[in-house]
């Protein structure tokens, strides 16, 4: 999901210099998104992955 953030961040970055401002707003919304679940995942991966196996 972090890659798919970035990928969109560049787009927005992109768009955003060619003078699209309603494309780069949403994709650098969409890019804000997936970077929070992909952070809220990371998280949760490294919380379950502590516990011992049963």
């Known amino acids: 999901m972090i890659g798919w953030a970035f990928i969109f961040l560049i787009l927005a970055l992109v768009a955003g ?3 699209f401002s309603g494309i ?3 994709a650098t ?3 804000w ?3 929070v679940v992909g952070i809220i995942v990371a998280i949760v991966f490294a919380i379950a992955g502590r516990r011992r196996p049963m």
Do not use: D, H, M, R
């Open 33 to 35: 998104i997936l970077f």
């Open 24 to 26: 780069a707003g949403t």
């Open 17 to 19: 210099a060619l003078g």
């Open 29 to 31: 919304n969409i890019a």
